[in-house]
């Protein structure tokens, strides 16, 4: 039985690897942060008590900013692959916490890869690295791009990616870099433009809400399905040799097209909910992100599965089913608060 160690696991794309690995018949160890709340909603249907002898899935207390922890639990479980989805991954949070970005999302990787030279385990080693690192690079955009980070976020993968492939020359690691473009799901954050339209839009729909506020609305974006990304990440680690790869759909839309899309769904008008808000433009904006996975489709044999339109329905489709169960407790006399805490 193969093992994993995922980091970011109770995350939108550590869940969808996890269920991928769990069905593959890996054993799964994943790396959280403690916490006085649990945090662990995305990977609840997959846990079972580790008393169970059936159980494959194991969750370990721990965090990235802390180097000899990590080397401790990566020579005790000595796993086959490690998949490093775990950073401070909100570009517009990153301009408000630069220092804290840079050392999760960039001195992160280089922790765990000095953890994997110091302890001699031979696990191939997986970062997630991001699309948001081509910044200002005009469309499209491929492994050849040369990157134009725009964010403390992008400049903290830069400096990621470039240790990878330094560790990967320089002590023979198995080390990828994904160039993951946008990627969403029913599971992505709230905060994240995506799910902040569908999650308003059906709360709208039902009366639980009359506006969303969101920034640039000409922003453009490549956005697939998460699930079809996790096996792009797994497929990259099965290969003969360690390479990067841009994972990404091909085709780009913006963020007004997105939330349109959404509203015209649900037979809502989008001009009459939908506002402008300047604490949600970046100080530096992206304009716009089109990736080209033609190294991926011919090396690794991978093409995403989920459409654009069928990404928008399924997201709706699962927060029509969320806003319902708000409606009916709101109905029942218990508050339900729907406005956001941070701006």
């Known amino acids: 039985m193969k093992k994993a160690f995922i980091t970011g696991i109770t995350g939108q794309d550590g869940s969808y690897l996890a269920e991928f690995l769990l069905d593959k018949g890996y054993e799964v160890h994943g790396l959280i942060r403690r916490s006085s709340t649990f945090n662990t909603d995305r990977i609840d249907h997959l846990y079972r008590d580790f008393h169970d002898p059936d159980a494959r899935l194991f969750l370990h207390y721990g965090d990235l900013s802390v180097s000899g922890q990590i080397m401790d639990l990566l020579s005790a479980i000595n796993p086959d692959e490690i998949y490093h989805l775990g950073a401070q991954s909100h570009v517009r949070v990153s301009f408000d916490m630069p220092e804290y970005t840079c050392d999760i999302t960039g001195l992160g990787t280089l922790r765990l890869l000095e953890s994997i030279r110091k302890t001699g385990i031979k696990a191939k080693f997986y970062q997630a690295s991001s699309s948001e690192m081509f910044g200002a690079a005009p469309p499209p955009q491929n492994e050849k791009t040369p990157f134009q980070p725009r964010s403390p976020y992008a400049a903290a993968k830069v400096f990621a990616y470039h240790i990878v492939r330094n560790y990967r020359d320089a002590y023979g690691i198995f080390a990828v870099n994904g160039i993951l473009f946008n990627h969403e799901s029913p599971r992505r954050g709230e905060t994240f433009v995506t799910r902040k339209i569908t999650r308003a839009a059906t709360q709208i729909k039902l009366g639980l809400k009359d506006k969303l506020y969101l920034g640039n609305l000409e922003a453009q974006r490549d956005w697939g399905f998460a699930g079809d990304f996790v096996e792009a990440m797994w497929l990259m680690l099965q290969a003969d040799k360690p390479d990067d790869f841009a994972i990404c759909t091909g085709e780009t839309h913006s963020v007004r097209e997105f939330a349109e899309k959404v509203f015209s769904k649900l037979g809502l008008d989008y001009a009459r909910h939908v506002a402008i808000d300047p604490r949600y433009f970046r100080p530096t904006e992206v304009d716009v992100l089109l990736g080209d996975a033609s190294k991926a489709r011919k090396v690794l044999n991978w093409r995403p599965k989920v459409t654009f339109d069928q990404l928008v329905d399924m997201m709706i489709a699962a927060d ?22 941070i701006g």
Not at 322 to 340: H, I, Q, R, V, Y
């Open 320 to 341: 029509l089913e969320l806003a319902k169960k708000e409606k009916t407790l709101l109905d029942a006399g218990f508050p339900c608060n729907n406005t956001e805490r």
